[in-house]
């Protein structure tokens, strides 16, 4: 690790009140040691993004499987993109809602294809992903 360097950072009183309490809750001794966590996962979440390297990640897809033809949609995306994704999981959380985990791995272009694809397929109610570069 390099050297330290001290920077000042403001918050609006609500944001910092509820990031004290996650600080506390998890144990976190510092302020300084919270926001160098949160940075650390600000860029793995986000380099992936800007760069074209070989990533591993997750994606997350909750839908209603009442809206017609969309688990159709999010199937014929993987299918697509069958060497992306060498796992995925199907898990029911309500009635009407499902959760799509798709564990994937390969060169961020095309992952983000695959999340493209998988916006296309029609009303998702949530999509999000979390991915990794391969170093």
Same mark, same amino acid.
């Given at each position: 690790?390099?050297? =330290?360097?001290?920077?000042?950072? #403001?918050?609006?009183?609500?944001?910092?009140? $509820?990031?004290?309490?996650? =600080?506390?809750?998890?144990? =976190?001794? #510092?302020? #300084?040691?919270?926001?160098?966590? $949160?940075?650390?996962?600000?860029?793995?979440?986000? #380099?992936?993004?800007? $760069?074209?390297?070989?990533?591993?990640?997750?994606?997350?897809?909750? @839908?209603?499987?009442? *809206? @017609?033809?969309?688990?159709?949609? %999010?199937?014929?995306?993987?299918?697509?993109?069958?060497?992306?994704?060498?796992?995925?999981?199907? =898990?029911?959380?309500? *009635?009407?809602?499902?959760?799509?985990?798709? $564990?994937?791995?390969?060169?961020?272009?095309?992952? *983000?294809?695959?999340?493209?694809?998988?916006?296309?397929?029609?009303?998702?109610?949530? %999509?999000? @992903?979390?991915?990794?570069?391969?170093?």
């Amino acid at each position: 690790m390099g050297r =330290i360097i001290r920077t000042g950072v #403001s918050f609006p009183e609500d944001l910092l009140k $509820a990031f004290d309490k996650i =600080i506390r809750d998890l144990g =976190i001794r #510092s302020r #300084s040691q919270a926001i160098q966590e $949160a940075v650390r996962d600000f860029i793995a979440m986000n #380099s992936w993004r800007i $760069a074209d390297g070989e990533v591993a990640g997750t994606i997350l897809v909750r @839908y209603s499987h009442e *809206k @017609y033809g969309i688990e159709e949609k %999010l199937t014929d995306a993987q299918h697509e993109f069958l060497k992306l994704i060498p796992s995925a999981l199907h =898990i029911h959380i309500s *009635k009407e809602d499902c959760l799509l985990v798709i $564990a994937v791995r390969g060169m961020a272009s095309e992952i *983000k294809e695959l999340v493209k694809k998988l916006r296309e397929a029609g009303r998702v109610k949530q %999509l999000t @992903y979390v991915m990794m570069p391969i170093c």
